[in-house]
């Protein structure tokens, strides 16, 4: 597997929206948690969601209802689908790969066995 790489950050105002992207080649294996994490200026990098082999997702608090993770297995690609962006969702954006295990912890970085560089995303009021 490939390091994962993450692209679709950009610049939005806020109430907007923008879908990242997360692609990595290499054998896919039958349980698998795909991740998005974010991190803010001067702050921890935390989860906002995941997805696992077998389609079930769960969602940081902060973005329920707004944020939709998804995933083209053909492709292997991950996405986050962002709607109604706030100021507070400005940061960093990174994609995780844990291979072999479904997501469990999936807040946890030490989960995770590959990390893409990051995608920046910035809202403006």
């Known amino acids: 597997l490939t390091q994962p790489e993450e692209s679709g950050g950009g610049s939005v105002q806020a109430g907007g929206s923008l879908r990242l992207s997360c692609t990595n080649s290499?054998?896919?294996?039958?349980?698998?948690?795909l991740a998005w994490f974010r991190q803010a200026t001067e702050k921890q990098r935390v989860g906002v969601a995941a997805?696992?082999?077998?389609?079930?997702?769960d969602y940081a608090e902060f973005v329920q209802g707004r944020f939709t993770i998804s995933e083209d297995i053909a492709g292997n690609t991950l996405y986050l689908t962002m709607n109604n962006l706030q100021t507070d969702d400005t940061a960093m954006y990174y994609c995780a790969v844990d291979l072999g295990e479904r997501c469990g912890n999936w807040r946890a970085e030490s989960a995770y066995n590959y990390w893409g560089q990051g995608t920046q995303v910035t809202v403006s009021s």
């Open positions: 997805i696992d082999n077998a389609g079930s997702t």
């Open positions: 290499g054998v896919r294996y039958s349980r698998y948690c």
